[in-house]
């Protein structure tokens, strides 16, 4: 017991608004989240009242003293929710942008800038190239980084949402005197607080005095059932005591007088905040896989570079010429187009997600859902329809399930025309508006009542003269109807085990027969099979109560109880449940066949969650193991891990918002992408742990909307089945994507070794290069995400390699890439020759050339050219350059589209990427014959004839990709290119 109240104390330390504990903010921050991840820990629900009295320094009546309260309340801080420390703006957007890929695009564009001003520095007349480069690059940056800046912002909306569930005033005594418009916020540990019907409560508060006091526990639970509290001995487990209402719970019922045990930060609503506040989510599967892909590049770049610098000392360079080819070699090797691409193919996968009933919040998101190996799924509303019904009625040894049309039989029942009477009067549900209200169980019961008679004038029929609320202790609801004058009808429903024991007959087909040991046997059994399909049973009895026998005078005192409350009629049983979704069977056999884990984490009872697991296939063995939240507090991290691994089948019940919290990160030590649906309060947590969290969008908290990364607009979780589809066949796409924008990086990087290692004026320049990166790549790439999904996709393990792998390399950089790259050279090399410069001619002739005092180098043919009419031929080499990479990429385009089959099999169906590919074209012919932009761009309006050079080439890296992928189909040569080239 001292443990648990120290244990309280010290964590009460952390969250006073002093700091005295010495840390610093961030440091602060992470032994606050540490301490918040651990179960509550008190005994203040368990201890006698005075003792409690007693430790709060507080009284019953007159509440705490003035002076007292502005003490604790100077020391403890207010009773509000406290933001976790954050980053301003201005260092979050600073973060959005230099982060990931765009680290190494940020390095590109300052060495494309350190280049020029090189350039500025050591030459008369510099190039812009350059500085034009540099700066596109930046503005490239800037624009993906802000994309990401706005959906991280996003996050700041948390903590605001759970202070929307925190009401204003309250009704507080102090002094003797009853305040009844107290803030909120004044609130402290030991004041007296009233709670009436429709009042959100004010704090953790332990029940002095009630009277049909019911709350709703669902911002902490899960589960919309309204439950009782009252004075009355604790449990073990807070969450479950029912002597406690907790922050931020709605009072459905009834009257409450309580004392604050605790406020703000160290409610339990204030843990599940803090939690989800503080929580940092580790980078989604598609952020590690572009670091990874970011370290290789880089790598590799840096290692041509030195390779680079080697060769241009061995060669005699200058030293500061040697710098400009280094920088020029690690920026040829940078993919500036692949984060634009992964960008606007993960924003237009979004917007198409949207018609599927799927918001996308986190771009990333949804690819990371197609690597998602476990799936934490709450039950309510999730597998189920939210939507309690009558599925059981018991009468008289028949039992019927409820149907469509229902059973025939049962209505000949003559114990039917009386149940149908009992549950019309025990059911304070109403109906307005054709709207069915109340709480979950009296609303399904009234809307079973509605197919077979008029609940409603049923009541009117037996005017109600007393009644006894539900509550935990008696755990039934009973009710005094008049009949007549002189007759009155009890009618009583609850607990089965409670029911019974008042009973003494029950009502059969025809008549009333005494209740034997053998009858209550069986009726025993029956409660037994129903509770084990996980429904919530309740019996019904009655009772016929003559005034004249008994000496009532009309006045019923339910505290005394001067009527009868035995030898009662026992009128049978209902089952309720919530039933499964009928589409969510298929979707989890769907999900489970693609390699996916589905748990069930729920706050229902252990019976009830194993039933719906059953139902709707998460639990298929009968050794399924079903783990209930005292289990788990019981449970080591180390234990847990090893029952994760133990047992593939498991459902979770009875949970707290902490232990989802657990069971995600276990999950997640075990190496697994952990996809959590929730849509209460109390699923924040674990929403922001896991890789994916997913809310719902019509029964999902505003909180559990804020702090998820995707929402399903119908709450359905066939619609995940969907998301994971389209997250794999993205990351499919995605490959396709930067396997197409890889290939265009060897004709890129090749002319800068011809330009250094042979001397020959330079193939491709800058600008061109920046042409074909941002401007002629960037639809195909972008259209490649509309590709159909390969028809394998749903039926593989999850994550089917990296994102970038050596087999995609090796086609990129060693088949496809050169050929293109010979393309390139071929159209180079035949146009330099047409202007009089043949192939043997340009080796060893780059330093003349580039200098502007030569104004008389002759060609091949003997003519003499000067410094600006060289120019002029070396920018139309390179716009044929440029143009026969074109006219390669758009080859291709085709080529990406699949990985293995062979496209006359697959067919040019995607008409986005069929669009894209005359875009293409049309754009490098734009950027050739516009006047102006060609100069520029140093491109040239090439004859129609230099279009035609790289169609050879074109043709023969089509036809390698076929017989490539056909080898592939049939594994010949000892399955070769399986293993050299299938990425």
């Not at 006359?904 to 986005?912: A, D, E, L, Q, S």
Request: aromatic residues 8%; contains cysteine.
């Amino acid at each position: 017991m001292r443990s648990r109240s120290s244990s309280l104390s010290s964590i009460t330390d952390l969250f006073r608004p002093s700091n005295p504990t010495g840390l610093r903010s961030r440091d602060l921050s992470s032994t606050r989240l540490s301490a918040l991840k651990k179960e509550i820990q008190t005994d203040a629900h368990l201890i006698p009242l005075k003792d409690l009295y007693t430790n709060l320094e507080t009284d019953p009546v007159s509440g705490l003293r003035k002076e007292q309260a502005h003490r604790r309340l100077a020391y403890d801080g207010p009773n509000t929710l406290t933001p976790a420390t954050q980053y301003g703006w201005p260092l979050l957007l600073f973060k959005s942008l230099c982060t990931g890929f765009s680290t190494l695009i940020w390095l590109g564009a300052i060495l494309c800038l350190t280049a020029f001003v090189i350039e500025r520095a050591t030459k008369l007349d510099p190039g812009t190239d350059n500085l034009y480069l540099g700066c596109v690059l930046i503005t490239v940056d800037v624009i993906c980084g802000l994309f990401s800046f706005f959906q991280n912002y996003q996050s700041c909306k948390i903590m605001k949402s759970f202070k929307s569930m925190i009401p204003m005033h309250t009704r507080c005594t102090r002094d003797g005197v009853l305040d009844t418009e107290m803030p909120v916020r004044d609130l402290v540990k030991g004041d007296i607080v009233e709670v009436r019907a429709g009042d959100v409560i004010p704090a953790d508060i332990r029940i002095i005095d009630s009277k049909g006091f019911k709350v709703d526990n669902s911002s902490l639970t899960g589960e919309s059932v309204a439950v009782s509290r009252s004075n009355v001995e604790g449990t073990e487990n807070i969450l479950d005591s029912p002597n406690v209402a907790f922050f931020s719970a709605l009072c459905v019922e009834g009257y409450a007088k309580g004392v604050v045990l605790c406020c703000g930060d160290l409610t339990a609503l204030g843990r599940v905040a803090g939690l989800a506040a503080r929580l940092q989510p580790k980078p989604s599967p598609l952020a590690q896989e572009l670091h990874r892909f970011m370290r290789y590049v880089s790598v590799w770049a840096l290692t041509l570079g030195f390779v680079v610098a080697t060769a241009c000392f061995a060669l005699g360079y200058p030293f500061m010429q040697t710098i400009i080819f280094v920088i020029g070699m690690i920026v040829a090797n940078i993919p500036e187009g692949l984060q634009p691409t992964v960008t606007a193919s993960l924003t237009l996968t979004a917007k198409r997600m949207v018609s599927k009933n799927c918001l996308v919040k986190n771009l990333e998101s949804i690819e990371a859902l197609g690597a998602c190996t476990t799936i934490c799924s709450d039950k309510t509303g999730t597998l189920t329809e939210n939507k309690m019904c009558v599925r059981h009625i018991w009468m008289w040894n028949r039992e019927f399930m409820m149907a469509t049309d229902g059973d025939d039989s049962m209505y000949q029942h003559k114990a039917f025309e009386h149940l149908k009477i009992c549950a019309a009067l025990c059911s304070s549900a109403t109906v307005e508006n054709e709207t069915i209200r109340g709480d979950a169980s009296e609303k399904a019961i009234l809307n079973f009542l509605l197919q077979f008679n008029d609940p409603i004038g049923i009541r009117g029929n037996f005017p109600k003269v007393a009644e006894i609320p539900f509550n935990s202790v008696n755990k039934y609801q009973m009710s005094i109807h008049s009949d007549s004058q002189t007759k009155y009808l009890l009618v009583i429903k609850g607990a089965p085990e409670c029911i019974l024991t008042k009973c003494s007959t029950i009502m059969a087909e025809n008549k009333e027969v005494a209740i034997t040991e053998e009858t209550a046997a069986v009726i025993d059994k029956v409660i037994e099979n129903l509770a084990g399909t996980g429904e919530r049973i309740l019996a019904f009895a009655d009772l016929q109560i003559d005034a004249t026998q008994f000496d009532l005078n009309l006045d019923f005192d339910m505290d005394e109880a001067n009527f009868p409350l035995k030898d009662l009629r026992f009128l049978g049983l209902m089952g309720l449940i919530d039933p499964p979704r009928k589409e969510v069977r298929s979707a989890i056999e769907h999900v489970r066949s693609a390699g996916v884990r589905v748990m069930m984490v729920t706050g229902d009872h252990p019976a009830t969650a194993r039933a719906i697991a059953s139902d709707v296939g998460i639990a298929t063995q009968r050794d399924c193991r079903v783990v209930t939240g005292a289990e788990l507090r019981r449970m080591t991290p180390d234990l847990l891990t090893k029952t994760l691994e133990k047992h593939y089948e498991i459902v979770f019940a009875r949970t707290s918002p902490t232990q989802k919290l657990q069971i995600v990160e276990a999950c997640q030590k075990l190496g697994g992408v952990v996809a959590v649906t929730g849509d209460g309060v109390n699923d924040a947590p674990a929403l922001k742990c896991a890789d994916i969290g997913i809310s719902m969008g019509i029964t999902g908290s505003q909180v559990s909307q804020h702090t998820a990364d995707i929402i399903l607009i119908d709450d359905n979780f066939a619609t995940i089945v969907v998301g994971i589809e389209e997250g794999r066949k993205i990351f499919d796409n995605l490959k396709k994507s930067v396997c197409y924008i890889l290939i265009s990086n060897v004709p890129e990087i090749f002319p800068v070794f011809m330009f250094v290692l042979f001397s020959i004026p330079l193939p491709l320049g800058v600008m061109t290069i920046l042409c074909v990166d941002l401007g002629t790549d960037m639809w195909p790439a972008v259209a490649l995400s509309f590709e159909q999904a390969e028809s394998d996709v749903m039926s593989r393990p999850p994550r089917a390699g990296p994102l970038v792998s050596p087999r995609m390399l090796a086609l990129t950089y060693g088949h496809l890439g050169l050929m293109e790259f010979a393309a390139g050279m071929f159209a180079y090399f035949v146009v330099m020759a047409e202007f009089g410069f043949y192939p043997k001619d340009l080796f060893g002739i780059r330093k003349q050339w580039d200098c502007e005092a030569v104004n008389d180098l002759p060609d091949s043919l003997g003519q003499e050219w000067t410094y600006w009419e060289r120019k002029e031929a070396e920018r139309a080499g390179q716009a044929a350059y440029f143009a026969a990479v074109v006219v390669a990429q758009m080859t291709n385009g085709i080529i990406c589209k699949t990985r293995y089959n062979s496209i006359f099999h697959v067919g040019m169906r995607n008409m986005v990427l069929n669009m894209g590919l005359v875009f293409e074209l049309l754009l490098a012919c734009f950027v050739c014959y516009t006047p102006g932009l060609n100069t520029f761009l140093r491109t040239y309006p090439l004859p129609l004839k230099w279009w035609f050079l790289a169609l050879p080439y074109s043709a023969l890296m089509f036809a390698f990709d076929e017989l490539r992928k056909y080898c592939i189909r049939k594994r010949l040569f000892r399955a070769w290119y399986n293993n050299i080239t299938l990425y």
